[in-house]
């Protein structure tokens, strides 16, 4: 059974970092590519940032720059640091497995302004 787990949310300062990690179990997980999306209130959820299994990255535009997605395939962990938070950066943030339907139950960040 496949399971991820994020955590490192929190509260932060508009200016600030925070770095999210997501623990997967139940997979090969050095094979997949893992994503990070958000979802702010009353807003779709948002495609973030992307790293292959080779370690290929990709990021939205809204975080170009300021996020930096990387994973340690012997932890079966996947990070995303967050740089320079924005108010409109503060969302529930999820990560799950490329082209899945695996999510894990997200983690709350909050940037205060």
């Known amino acids: 059974q496949v399971q991820l787990v994020e955590s490192g949310g929190g509260l932060v300062q508009a200016g600030g970092s925070l770095r999210l990690s997501c623990a997967a179990s139940g997979l090969v997980f050095g094979i997949y590519g893992m994503n990070w999306y958000r979802q702010a209130p009353g807003k779709q959820r948002e495609l973030v940032a992307t790293i292959s299994s080779l370690g290929n990255t990709n990021y939205s535009d809204s975080v170009k720059g300021r996020f930096t997605i990387s994973r340690d395939n012997a932890k079966n962990t996947v990070f995303l640091l967050m740089n320079s938070l924005k108010p409109e950066d503060m969302a529930v943030y999820f990560c799950?497995?490329?082209?899945?339907?695996?999510w894990g139950r997200g983690t709350q960040v909050t940037v205060s302004s």
């Open positions: 799950n497995v490329w082209n899945s339907n695996y």
